[in-house]
């Protein structure tokens, strides 16, 4: 290929993207209208991004609502993780309600006694989710993780590269949507009392693509960053598993390892994909989806002096290798229901 025929090809590529981001705003507009959020009106996106509320609202959706539905969305949590006022050990979620965040419960295995014993209810949560996909599906349920466990609005986290890109970090923003920093993430669970969603593995999760004959991988045994940060705050982290995303899409890679070392080295994927039908960048295949949570794990609130040296790298490993644990045990536990009774989880 010559230079020119390179660069008529480039300029086509970018003239195609932008027409897909205007073809997208277009339709957040459309779908989104009587949304305050999604409105171009700079006043009424400032309020959207800063205003609790408003990020509620633009959490649910029609882009979030339908993909529940599309991925036929379940959900399943321990009886530690219930709400200290309800009753139901383990609970589906079912159909949503059209116009607010009401979650309706409509199955539910066995009850248990109340459980009073729940610090998470008394501070804010940290949900760490793996694996993260051609894109985290999970987090389209939103309800769940700024209402069910406790009533603070759950702010998720992406690279900050994505926050630069025009149109989408409109879109990301007004859901509420910050930057996977340690500091912005600190501000959230302190300043604002905010829970915080992150995808823990990050860009490397991307490229666990899974068939059915080949085993789950979770990228997060050098990602005690999370621990740190979530030692500083005091707060719980909750590991959470999202059954079925490595088999939304398939990701297109070279045999060397080229595009995957390159996308975690920049933070942004680079790979093309294909989903449902085999569409290049189409939409994803329509396969059930489960989110599994664990066990909370509750971190006691040290400074970053008492989390230096020896005895702090300690106490990180120690709460490392829980949340390690709660993922390995949450796949064991759940992949024979979900019928992945063969299949094994990874975690480099």
Request: proline fraction near 7%.
């Amino acid at each position: 290929m010559n230079s020119s025929s390179f660069a008529a090809w480039g300029l086509l590529f970018v003239i195609g993207y932008i027409s897909v981001l205007l073809m997208l705003w277009i339709s957040i507009k459309h779908f989104g209208k009587n949304k305050p959020g999604w409105c171009p009106n700079r006043t009424s996106y400032t309020k959207a991004v800063v205003d609790p509320e408003m990020i509620r609202k633009n959490q649910f959706g029609f882009a979030e609502r339908h993909a529940m539905k599309y991925f036929s969305m379940r959900t399943v949590y321990p009886a530690s993780l219930h709400p200290p006022q309800k009753k139901m050990e383990v609970s589906y979620m079912g159909p949503m309600a059209y116009n607010k965040p009401i979650l309706y419960i409509i199955a539910s295995l066995h009850t248990t006694t109340r459980n009073n014993d729940a610090p998470w209810q008394e501070t804010p949560i940290i949900f760490c989710m793996i694996p993260h996909g051609v894109l985290p599906m999970g987090l389209m349920a939103y309800p769940l993780f700024s209402c069910l466990f406790n009533s603070r609005l759950c702010r998720w986290t992406t690279a900050p590269i994505v926050l630069k890109i025009p149109i989408i970090s409109n879109i990301v923003k007004a859901g509420g949507i910050i930057a996977a920093q340690q500091k912005t993430i600190l501000d959230a669970l302190t300043k604002k009392e905010h829970n915080v969603g992150v995808i823990l593995d990050g860009v490397a999760g991307m490229f666990n693509d899974s068939d059915d004959d080949k085993d789950e991988r979770g990228f997060v045994m050098n990602r005690k960053g999370i621990v740190k940060i979530a030692l500083k705050a005091g707060v719980t982290i909750v590991p959470v598993y999202q059954f079925g995303v490595t088999s939304l899409w398939t990701i297109l890679v070279d045999p060397f390892g080229i595009m995957e070392a390159l996308s975690v080295w920049l933070n942004v994927s680079i790979v093309p994909f294909y989903g449902r039908w085999g569409w290049p960048l189409g939409p994803p295949r329509r396969k059930p989806m489960l989110l599994a949570f664990g066990d909370p794990i509750f971190h006691p609130k040290m400074s970053s002096d008492e989390l230096k040296g020896e005895a702090g790298e300690r106490v990180v490993n120690d709460h490392h290798k829980k949340l390690v644990d709660g993922f390995q045990r949450l796949f064991d536990t759940h992949k024979r229901s979900y019928g992945w009774g063969e299949k094994k989880l990874q975690l480099v």
